[in-house]
Each structure stands twice: as C-alpha cells, then as structure tokens.
Nanobody, 125 residues
Framework: QLQLVESGGGLVQPGGSLRLSCAAS????????IGWFRQAPGKEREGVSC?????????RYADSVKGRFTISRDYAGNTVYLQMNSVKPEDTGVYYC?????????????????WGQGTQVAVSS
C-alpha cells in the first residue's frame, strides 16, 4: 500500500524555522515527483514547492516562499524535506505532501495521485 506521512509541523514564532518531512512507505520516492501544498483556514489549498524525479531534481517554488523555503530529497531515507526559514504568519496552514508519477516539477494538484494526511504549521508570536 502506497502511503505518505508528513511530520515536523508545530508552533513557531515569526522569523523562526521548521523542517517538514514527507516519508514514504510502499514505494520509492525518488521515482516520483513530489509536491508540498498548504491550506490556510478558509482558503483553498495552494502549491508551495515541488521537485521532479531523481536524476534531474528540478525544483519550483511559489513566489510567496522563494528564498525562504527549500525542498530536498534524502534518497537513503526515502524522504523529502521542506525546510522553512524566516517563517511568517501567512505561512500558517496544514501542509501536505503529494506524489506524482509524472517526472516534472509542477504545482498543478490534479497530477498528484498520492497524498499524505497533512501536518499543521502555526506561525504566531
């Protein structure tokens, strides 16, 4: 059974950092493009960052997080990370990782077939 599990969320002060993890079971993450998405209260889910399949590892970021967030792969650990630095209150939301069999890095949600259950991030002083 293919499963994605996010972790690492929590409460952080503005300007602080968090590292979210997306761990896979039942399949090898490096064979899939991975996306991070978030949903703030009362808002639609939006793309945050994505990374293409291994060998290229092209990355994309939403304009709102460029220069602050970094997506990366840990091949040995079958995990994808989202390093969040200089967080802002508007980064608050439930963060989801998702996997796509398409090799490209894109934040079009419809191509992602597998989704985790989400991890909550709250940025507040």
């Amino acid at each position: 059974q293919l499963q994605l599990v996010e972790s690492g969320g929590g409460l952080v002060q503005p300007g602080g950092s968090l590292r979210l993890s997306c761990a896979a079971s039942g399949f090898t993450l490096e064979d899939y493009a991975i996306g991070w998405f978030r949903q703030a209260p009362g808002k639609e889910r939006e793309g945050v960052s994505c990374i293409s399949t291994s060998g290229e590892d092209a990355t994309r970021y939403a304009d709102s997080v460029k220069g602050r967030f970094t997506i990366s792969r840990d091949y040995a650990g079958n995990t994808v990370y989202l390093q969040m630095n200089s967080v802002k209150p508007e980064d608050t939301g439930v963060y989801y990782c998702a996997a796509s069999t398409m090799p490209i890095a894109t934040m079009h949600q419809e191509i992602y077939a597998y989704w985790g259950q989400g991890t909550q991030v709250a940025v507040s002083s």
